[in-house]
């Protein structure tokens, strides 16, 4: 049963025609319409449905997850394009930590137009990894003309509301970084000084270049202060220079996530 999924998507928003999806045994990817922002950027979602007991990965997948890509090739009177993650869960996984979604995920997707007042064409393509007893390769294949329109359909409202907060939302105090080599990269150690996110909380650390490497951190707590300890190294082993405003941390927790951008020199 298991072999490499090719799943192709056509998403149709403000078209004639209807939308169309096409499935696999254990995925389904399908549109969900939204609206057109006063500035004339387009916010639409789209749905990833698995089967039962089948999951997908965030942005950073962890140790044992696949990354996922997307490509916007041959898009037309698009300047620029976000995918707004909803919050994701720590998920064990044969011994080793993965982060992403046990089920359906509905992606938002913000697109900002080159031409305010032109036709906008998506065209694109999502490469991700789905997993159960094992984890297996997917394609979306996908394009949309973009009209005005506003469908505020409530899965849409609900994964733009399920985001981690800010740090400034979540009360966020110093964030410092104390980074030293080792063997093939560097350490580092983040103290941020916030209050908890609720129960065991992990941190997920994401650096600005796709080619470093970052180890699962070591997440603890004392009292206001949250500390995560991993080790980078370059993918093709080579030297990089760690910039520390382009340091991401994502605090996972039981009754929120925190989204917190760079560190200070620790």
Known sequence: MMRHLLTSLALAFGLAGPAAAQTTEVARAALIPGWQQADGSHVVGLLLDLAPGWKTYWRSPGDAGIPPRFDWAGSRNIAGLRALWPTPEA????????IGYPGDV????????ESTGGEMRLTGRMELGVCKDVCVPAELRFSAT?????RRDPRLVAALVDRPLTAREAQVGQVSCRISPVEGGVALTARIAMPSAGGQEFVVVETANPSIWVAEAETRRAGNILTASTEMQHVEGAPFALDR???RFTVLGKRHAVDIRGCASG
Request: no cysteine; charged share 10%; glycine share 12%.
């Open 146 to 150: 973009l009209t005005p329109g506003d």
């Open 106 to 113: 509905v992606i938002p997707l913000m697109i900002r137009p």
């Open 245 to 247: 405003s382009g340091l």
């Open 91 to 98: 998920m064990d996984q044969n011994g080793m930590t993965s």
